[in-house]
Every structure is written in structure tokens, then in C-alpha cells.
């Protein structure tokens, strides 16, 4: 079955750097699109990034230019790379498998914590 799992949350100040990863297995990873989703509290779930199979990219509005999705096929992994964060970043971030467009899968990750001190 579809197993993911993140990695590489942390507290950090604002205009911080952290590197979130997701690590795949269960499915042919190279295949599939990833995206990156976030929950902050009492908000609903929300898109950040996405990954094609082929590397085509696309993010959110507010985090373009900030944020970076990557993809190594080789270790089945998705990276999120976030820059300059801003106490509003604070959120749980989610892995997600095969994403059409903006619309996430049914398979996710458990979530990494995200919390960005101002």
C-alpha cells in the first residue's frame, strides 16, 4: 500500500529556512505527481506545491518565489524547500500521492510540523 512519510519540520524564526521531506514507497514514485499540502489551525487544507512526473512545477500564489518542490526518483522522495518563512507558514505540512491538478489523492502522509516564530 502507499506509505508516506515527512520529515524535517522544526521551530524557526522568521525569515528561516527549512527542508521538509516525503518519502515514498508502495507505488512506482517516478510515475506519479506529488504535491505538498499544508493545515494551519482551524483552517482548512490548502495546496503549496506540486511536482509532475516530469518535473513540471507549480505553487501557490503565496509561496512562489519562496518555495521550491523537488523530486528525486532515485530515492523515491519529494522535497519541499521553504525560504524567507513567515510566522503565517505555521501550519502542518502533508505529503500527497498523485494530485490531479490542484485536487489532492486520498494518500497522505501523517504531516510534519511547521512553526515559524516572529
Known amino acids: 500500500q502507499v506509505q508516506l512519510v515527512e520529515s524535517g519540520g522544526g521551530l524557526v524564526q522568521a525569515g528561516g529556512s527549512l527542508r521538509l521531506s516525503c518519502a515514498a514507497s508502495?507505488?512506482?514514485?517516478?510515475?506519479?505527481?506529488m504535491g505538498w499540502y499544508r493545515q494551519a489551525p482551524g483552517k482548512r487544507r490548502e495546496p503549496v506545491a506540486i511536482?509532475?512526473?516530469?518535473?513540471?512545477?507549480n505553487y501557490a500564489d503565496s509561496m512562489k518565489g519562496r518555495f521550491t518542490i523537488s523530486r528525486d526518483n532515485a530515492k523515491s522522495t519529494v522535497y519541499l524547500q521553504m525560504n524567507s518563512l513567515k510566522p503565517e507558514d505555521t501550519a502542518v505540512y502533508y505529503c500527497?500521492?498523485?494530485?490531479?491538478?490542484?485536487?489532492?489523492?486520498?494518500?497522505w502522509g501523517q504531516g510534519t510540523q511547521v512553526t515559524v516564530s516572529s
Open positions: 500527497n500521492a498523485g494530485p490531479r491538478s490542484w485536487s489532492p489523492s486520498s494518500s
Open positions: 508502495g507505488f512506482i514514485f517516478s510515475i506519479a505527481a
Open positions: 511536482i509532475t512526473s516530469g518535473g513540471t512545477t
